[in-house]
């Protein structure tokens, strides 16, 4: 009986063993994830900030393009207005011209 005893003892034994070497090394395995996890919210946080200013430099882009589509609206008549004196006074300069070689023509 003893023998029967001692031979389950072993096998318990054994069994401990195994459970702990494997306990062991999922407690390994735990703090290699929890290392790569820590890495990866880092970088997270990286990717996160970076989208966070791109996304203020998208918005002031937009606001600087509004503002200036509403500067050449507001300037388009000005410009238009000055381009059609500078074609009147071409104009005149040109019948002046025309009419200066008829007379000296004449």
């Given at each position: 009986m003893p023998s029967k005893i001692e031979a389950q003892i072993d096998r318990i034994r054994a069994i401990?063993?195994?459970l702990r070497s494997a306990?062991?090394?999922?407690?390994?395995?735990?703090?290699?994830?929890e290392?790569?996890?820590?890495?990866?919210?880092?970088?997270?946080?990286?990717?996160q900030l970076q989208n966070s200013d791109l996304t203020n430099q998208l918005i002031a882009m937009n606001d600087n393009l509004t503002t200036n589509q509403q500067d050449?609206?507001?300037?388009?008549?000005?410009?238009?207005?000055?381009?059609?004196?500078?074609?009147?006074?071409?104009?005149?300069?040109?019948?002046f011209c025309i009419r200066q070689l008829k007379d000296k023509n004449a």
């Amino acid at each position: 009986m003893p023998s029967k005893i001692e031979a389950q003892i072993d096998r318990i034994r054994a069994i401990l063993v195994d459970l702990r070497s494997a306990l062991i090394q999922e407690q390994a395995r735990v703090s290699a994830l929890e290392v790569e996890l820590n890495k990866a919210n880092e970088m997270l946080a990286k990717v996160q900030l970076q989208n966070s200013d791109l996304t203020n430099q998208l918005i002031a882009m937009n606001d600087n393009l509004t503002t200036n589509q509403q500067d050449i609206i507001h300037s388009t008549p000005e410009l238009s207005h000055r381009r059609e004196e500078e074609i009147d006074a071409l104009v005149k300069e040109i019948e002046f011209c025309i009419r200066q070689l008829k007379d000296k023509n004449a």
